[in-house]
């Protein structure tokens, strides 16, 4: 402090730079006094002096002991100075309490001492073991001084011992949370109910404490009400008063009288909090005007008034700051909130980060993996494969031929190039077809017998080996967008998570007050966003009886306040008469896709080689897809079945869809070695434009119908796990309402006999529809076929039939007054 004084005087010190220094002084200061209090135990040191002197009905001291138990569980080293704190202060009652209080200290020792021999869970054995010490205490020091022992003697140690008792228990849960350092983030009501239940037996202490008849319990009683009332509102305020004023009325009959004052007045404090420090005193005040009509006349009312005062005066010279830290641990305060809100974010951002390192991680792994060579590099490692190839073959037949030194030395260069002709020749299957390159050999060669074989030998291994190298580097570019797609994914996922809930109380209010006019109650409402297309309102309701009032009033005037259309997402009801419906309501997509599915094995049996699937991607997108399995039956229905699965679970996790198919189409050809491969065909719709995107991988056309006119979409594309790689074409697509999408399995698109061209008749036969029924389109296209082969069914056939519509909502908007229209439509 005195460095800090010193820094102070020194001229031309800025404002900023003095309140820096303040602050910093203030800082250190409740540093070292928090040092002192908990650490060195000058806390124990005055708690136990003053519940050393409190006494209930004059004689009753069932606080000592529980005291020093719970002390000596927690804060062993700090046991010996509570229980020479607690003798001192009794002892400033009489030498009789404090040879009691002494006593007692002592018989508890030994009986826990003796318990714990038995008994190894001191916490649940240290209530009964101060049980059995305040009543062999109390009723040994009674037949000390009396002779005797009465039935009122009985009975006065049953209840001091049955409220040391329950004391304990109490000072078990308040103990810990006084004497920590660094105190939790919020408490629950039992925390603080036990806290002031400590509180209020430490000020029983102070009965008897006055000055010109200004009783001390009275005025720190009163302050510290008011402390809470102003913390923590009404409901706090006034249950503290309720506790402190039982004690005090129980350690003095006279102060009975207190309870009600304090409570009385710790709830109109807590109701005039928001006039802040003024009205919270000014609560304080009016209940003691108001109780002191019951006194005895002026003096009393001056003595009621003077203690409030007192207090008053403590209470606003009370630190903003010491006001601010007890209100972040009690649960209701806008204090306790923020400091909520600030743990959540923290974990946000941590959450966030390490996403974002995980994602960081991905892509590394995937850069490592997409390896990329320049011409140059190519050329060289061509140049060391073809040197490495002709190493091996001459290894094999010239290095013990007796004309090495010749053809190797004297003529290196034909001999090399004529080689490497060889091998040329022979990477491309031309070699023996070649005479004029045969006959080179044979006159250059005296064994060209032998290194044909083994040309022919060593070609075999080193084909094998370039396959197994491009496998190698394909699996590479494969793994490499795969890391690609879920470092994208937790990327956007990250975003995501960085995304601040918005303060929308304003619009809040407006909502409630729109609805609330409109005759609707509401319990709350909670504006998650308002951006136009992704708006998001939870409220809750009382119980509808399933009236459905959510959808047909509430999302109506929504839809009006907001300007654009609101539909129920989820809705979870009542589950009895007096609760609340839980609501969510969010912007209705602009467009649909109502679909139908016409499905048919080979033979009519009931295993079919296709697969399809309409799946709700989540994100305004919607995806139908058809895979058709090689050949037919149990093991074509398992490869289509499979691919779509895998596609279905990828698609829904936000990967990319070409990474999408090219992961599946690795898992598939990875899985077995067998000849099995399965086509796909993939659309998928943004419900908020319309766009659609179509992935096909072996699949037949797709053709769409728009009024009289029909379009073809199709892609070249090898089907699934037939190649390692597969190349993934897109074909995009812009819909409009009244669209008919119709995609087909070749059992469909083939289907028809004696016809040559496929996709004439195919157009022929969607012109001519007159239904725009989607389920209706499926089944007279699926027949029509049929009928082509005679009623027969001679492969798997599959057609999927989508009509994409506006998404009108079922109830139309219900007009409000436009100064309840909330939201960003509202100047």
């Not at 390490?354 to 140049?383: G, M, P």
């Not at 809750?540 to 654009?564: Q, R, T, V, Y």
Request: aromatic share 8%; proline share 2%; glycine share 8%.
């Amino acid at each position: 402090m005195e460095k800090v004084e010193r820094e102070l005087m020194e001229p031309g010190l800025s404002m900023e730079k003095t309140k820096e220094y303040m602050n910093r002084g203030y800082q250190r200061m409740l540093g070292r006094l928090q040092l002192l209090f908990f650490h060195k135990g000058l806390i124990y040191l005055i708690i136990g002096f003053l519940l050393g002197r409190a006494l209930i009905l004059t004689e009753i001291i069932p606080f000592a002991v529980p005291f020093f138990s719970a002390v000596l569980l927690m804060k062993k080293d700090k046991a010996p100075l509570a229980a020479l704190s607690l003798i001192a202060g009794s002892l400033t009652i009489s030498p009789q309490l404090a040879l009691l209080t002494f006593s007692s200290v002592v018989f508890f020792l030994m009986f826990n001492k003796v318990c714990s021999y038995f008994i190894k869970d001191k916490v649940k054995t240290l209530p009964f073991v101060v049980l059995a010490t305040m009543a062999v205490s109390r009723l040994g020091y009674t037949f000390l001084y009396a002779g005797e022992l009465m039935t009122y003697d009985y009975m006065m140690a049953g209840v001091e011992a049955g409220l040391a008792f329950i004391l304990t228990l109490i000072f078990l849960q308040s103990i810990p949370l006084i004497s920590a350092r660094k105190f939790r983030s919020s408490l629950k009501v039992e925390e603080i109910i036990c806290i002031m239940i400590l509180m209020a037996s430490v000020l029983t202490g102070l009965v008897g404490v006055s000055y010109q008849g200004l009783q001390a319990e009275h005025v720190f009683s009163r302050y510290i009400i008011l402390l809470f009332a102003f913390i923590g509102g009404s409901s706090i305020g006034c249950t503290v008063g309720v506790v402190t004023g039982l004690i005090l009325g129980l350690a003095n009959v006279g102060n009975l009288y207190q309870m009600s004052l304090l409570a009385f007045s710790g709830l109109l404090g807590g109701l005039l909090k928001e006039g802040r420090k003024i009205g919270a005193a000014a609560g304080l005040l009016i209940g003691s005007l108001l109780i002191s009509l019951y006194g005895e006349g002026s003096a009393d009312m001056m003595k009621n008034l003077m203690e409030s005062l007192i207090a008053i005066t403590l209470f606003l010279l009370t630190p903003k700051s010491i006001t601010a830290k007890l209100a972040k641990h009690i649960p209701g305060t806008a204090e306790h909130s923020q400091e909520q809100q600030q743990y959540v974010r923290k974990i946000r951002d941590v959450t966030s980060q390490r996403v974002d390192q995980f994602s960081k991680v991905f892509y590394a792994l995937s850069e490592s993996f997409a390896t990329f060579y320049e011409k140059n590099e190519d050329k060289e490692n061509l140049h060391i494969e073809t040197d490495t190839f002709l190493s091996a073959v001459t290894e094999r037949s010239c290095q013990n031929c007796y004309k090495k030194e010749k053809c190797w030395v004297q003529n290196f260069d034909t001999t090399y190039d004529l080689m490497k002709q060889i091998m040329h020749e022979s990477e491309e299957n031309t070699y023996f077809s070649n005479r004029r390159l045969r006959s080179d050999l044979q006159k250059h060669c005296s064994k060209a017998k032998q290194v044909e074989e083994v040309f022919e030998q060593e070609m075999n291994l080193f084909q094998s080996n370039i396959k197994l190298k491009q496998q190698v580097e394909d699996s590479r570019k494969l793994v490499a967008e795969q890391l690609l797609g879920v470092s994208q994914v937790m990327e956007d996922f990250s975003k995501e998570i960085k995304k601040e809930r918005e303060n929308h109380f304003v619009q809040e209010e407006q909502i409630i007050d729109a609805l609330q006019n409109f005759g609707i109650e509401i319990g709350h409402v909670e504006v998650y966003s308002l951006d136009p297309g992704s708006v998001d309102i939870e409220m809750s309701i009382p119980f509808c009886n399933g009236h459905g009032e959510c959808e047909k009033i509430i999302a109506p005037m929504l839809s009006d306040i907001l300007e654009e259309s609101i539909i129920v997402k989820q809705e979870e009801c009542g589950c009895y008469p007096n609760g609340y419906c839980h609501v969510s309501f969010g912007s209705t997509r602009r467009y649909k896709v109502e679909t139908g599915v016409a499905h048919a094995a080979k033979g009519g049996g009931l295993v079919s080689g296709d697969s399809y699937s309409t799946i709700d991607l989540g994100v305004g997108k919607y995806a139908v897809a058809i895979s058709d399995g090689m050949g037919n039956g149990v093991r074509a229905h398992f490869e289509s079945n499979e691919t779509i699965k895998l596609l279905e679970k990828i698609l829904q996790s936000g990967i990319d869809e070409k990474v999408a198919i090219k992961t599946v189409n690795s898992i598939l050809s990875l899985r077995t070695t067998d000849e099995m491969y399965s086509t796909l065909d993939l659309a998928i719709i943004d419900l908020q434009d319309a766009n659609c995107k179509f992935l096909k991988i072996g699949s037949t056309p797709s053709f769409v119908k728009r009024g009289d006119k029909i379009y073809k979409i199709q892609a070249s594309n090898l089907p699934i796990g037939i190649l390692d790689e597969v190349d993934v074409e897109v074909v995009g697509e812009q819909l409009k309402p009244g669209d008919l999408l119709i995609m087909m399995s070749d059992g469909i698109f083939e289907g028809p006999k004696h016809i040559e061209n496929h996709d004439l008749w195919m157009k022929r036969k969607i012109k001519e529809l007159e239904t725009s029924e989607p389920q209706e389109i499926a089944d007279l296209i699926m027949e029509e076929v049929i009928r082509t082969r005679s009623g027969k069914i001679e492969d798997d056939m599959t057609i999927v039939v989508s009509s994409i519509q506006h998404n009108t909502p079922k109830w139309a908007s219900i007009p409000v007054d436009s100064y309840y229209k909330s939201g960003k439509v509202v100047s």
